[in-house]
Each structure stands twice: as C-alpha cells, then as structure tokens.
C-alpha cells in the first residue's frame, strides 16, 4: 500500500496522544494526574442535559439540516447580538461537529495547493496540520519574544502573493495571552489592505481573568467583516466537549461553501447534541459564571504552586485554562542517570515516573516548554504540581 503523501506527513494530534495516554495508564491502575487535556472537568449544565433528553424522547433523532438545526443557528446569532453587539443571519451559520471541523471546512474553502497561511507561534496543533491538509503551506510568525502577541510590522514583511488567510487565536492555546484591542486592529487592517481571510478561533472569549478583556474582531474593526470568519462553540466554556459542538459565523458567500463542504464530510453534527447545546446556549448562565469563577481560582492557585518551582519560568496567561512553561533550564540535566534530550523527554519522563501527564511544547511551535492544562481540580492540582516540583528537584 502507498499511503498518500498527505498521510505520510500528517503528525498526529499531540494533545490527544497525551490525553490517550494518561487514560489508559489510569485503566492499569496508575495514580496518574492529566494537565494534558484542553478539557474542563465540569459536568455538562443541566440545561444542556435537559434539552437532549426532551430531543430523543421527541424523536429527534434523525438527519437535521446539514449545517445545524435552525433553532440553534438562531440562538448563536442572539448569542453574537447580545454579547458583541454583532447581528448575523442564521443562514450565515453554520453548525458543525465541533470548532475543530469547521475550521477546517474553512480552511478547505480558502486554500489552494502552495497557498500560504499565518499562523502565530506558539499555536495550537491542529491549524499547521489542518493547513497541510489543504495542502497549504503554513507561515509562522514567532511572537514568543513579543509577549505572545504578533509583531504588526513581522506580519506585512511575511505577506506574499500567495497569503491566503491568517489565523488567529484570542484568548490563546497554548499561551493563555488575550489580544489588546490595537493590534487586533491592526490585523484587523492588514488584512482588509492586502484581502486576506482572517480565521478568528475565540473558542476561549469567555475564559479571560483579571483585568484581561475579551476583544471580537468584528465588533472591534467593522470593515473587517466580509473578511472574517469567526469560530466558536460549546466544548470550553460550558464543558461540553464530548458533545462536538461548534459554529462559525462569516460572510455568506464563504458560509455557503463552508456548508456544502460539510454536507459532504459530516452532514449534519449529531441532532442530539444540537438541542444540549441549543440549551445551554439558552439557560446556562448561571453555570458560566460558576465555572468561570472555579477556572480564576485554580488559575490563581496553580500561577502561585508554578512560582515555588526551581528551574522554570512562564508568563501569566490572561485567559483560556492552560499556563506555557519554559523548561529549557532542567533539559540537559538527568532524571535517573538519564539525560533529559528536550520538551517531549521531559514529558515522557514525567508520566512515567511521577504519574504527571503535560503536553510538549513542541506540539504547538514552542520546543522546550510543557503545556500545563489547570482544568482539573484543586486537589490534584496541588498534588500534580507538588509531584512535577519534587521531579524537578530530583534531576541532577
Ligand atoms: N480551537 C482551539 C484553539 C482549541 O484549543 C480547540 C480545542 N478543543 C479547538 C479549536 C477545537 O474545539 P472543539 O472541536 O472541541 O470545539
Ligand atoms: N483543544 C484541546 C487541547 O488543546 C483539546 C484537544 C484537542 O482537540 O486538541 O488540548
């Protein structure tokens, strides 16, 4: 069998290999503490569980329209008019089996073979390979000496003929920083100059702490709208990721194309799972507002367990649930009489000795730093960073 050169070089998801990983180690047993996954451990709201209950005893249970039930299309656009202010038709919505595939749909929508992608580093692993996918080719703007946030003047020097769309991620995985309002601005223009796609991936707006606020593109630079395809949905903020469930909204013309895409990749995403998220979209306040709450606490927690730790540094994330932390001062030094090589070492290490699951930084264009996901409860966040402290002391 010859596997396509698109398989052959396709890396698979980090994130997930981790979270597999922890979980099957947790099945023989093992005491394992996962900061790996981007998962809150919340129940899913009550509101949510309701709505899918009344869905299947009502029988709604088939094919709905492929790019979402028109009910749930119609309470992303209340969602968009209350929250920023934003008015979107629902046809101009599509629905789809989690952001992930929609922002791929996107991307397949935008992106010829050899066409070029910003990308702002360190990103979450899924864009580069999705880019790749669409045999695109990805540009990385580094703004790991910029505070996380892009240099404007580095992103007009990287703009050639072939620069199709820029993809953006505010609050941030894996940095957990929030754009200022200027440079999103300035993207913002950038891309209206030079007609370039903007991919705004805000899957953590409402996930920011502190003073930190959330900016939307749109509402921030209006002209950018017909160049802007927002991506959202219900896994972060109302702890629903198993459901699979995310929106897009964008100009019609691409949001026509993005469906038909997903009419022939996925139809629709599950019925069931539209009316959960149909429900918390509608009564789930409340429960944002505790987890929100629960989130800042362990963030506040987890920055101050971090600062006790020899040989690493991070910068305070504003948002999301994920801290970055440069490890590069205890690679080269040995766990075991074994020498820790890189990031990727360093984690595997971890979990092997100390039962601590983290993601490599490598995984998302950031080699020697360790994601470190603080969605998991107090208790084994303070047990978890106890143990990745004690690991860190012991290498010699
Ligand atoms: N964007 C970012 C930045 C993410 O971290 C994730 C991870 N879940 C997604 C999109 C995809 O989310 P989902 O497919 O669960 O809706
Ligand atoms: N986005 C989350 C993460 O970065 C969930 C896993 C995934 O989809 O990559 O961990």
Known sequence: MVLSERARTLEPSATLAVVAKAKAMKREGKPVISFGAGEPDFNSPESALKYAVEAMEKGYT????????????????SYYSRRFGLEYAPGDVVVGAGAKILLYEALSCLVDPGDEVIVFAPAWVSYVEQIRLCGGKEIIVDTSETSSIPDLNEVKRVISDKTKCMMI???????????????????????????I??????????????????????ALAPEVRDHTIIINGVSKAYAMTGWRIGYALGPSELMAKVGAV????????????????????????????????HFSDRRDLILKLLGDVPLIEFVEPQGAFYVLVNVKKALGKSSDGEKLTDDVHFCQKLLDKSYVAMVPGS???????IRVSYSNSTEEIVEGIKRLKEFIEKLS
Do not use: R, W
């Open 169 to 195: 991620n505010s609050p941030n995985n894996p940095t957990g920083a929030v754009y200022d309002e200027e440079t999103l601005k300035g993207l913002a223009s950038i891309a209206v100059e030079k007609d």
């Open 363 to 369: 995984a998302f264009f950031a080699p020697g730093h």
């Open 262 to 293: 997903q009419g022939h990749l996925t139809s629709n995403p599950c019925s069931i799972a539209q009316y959960a998220a149909l429900g918390a979209l509608k009564e789930a306040d409340d429960d944002i507002v505790k987890m929100h709450g």
């Open 197 to 218: 796609v903007i991919i705004y991936d805000e899957i953590y707006e409402q996930l920011v702490y502190g003073d930190a606020a959330h900016h939307q593109i749109v």
């Open 62 to 77: 088939h094919y709905t329209p492929g790019t979402g039930i028109p009910e749930l299309k119609e309470a992303v656009c």
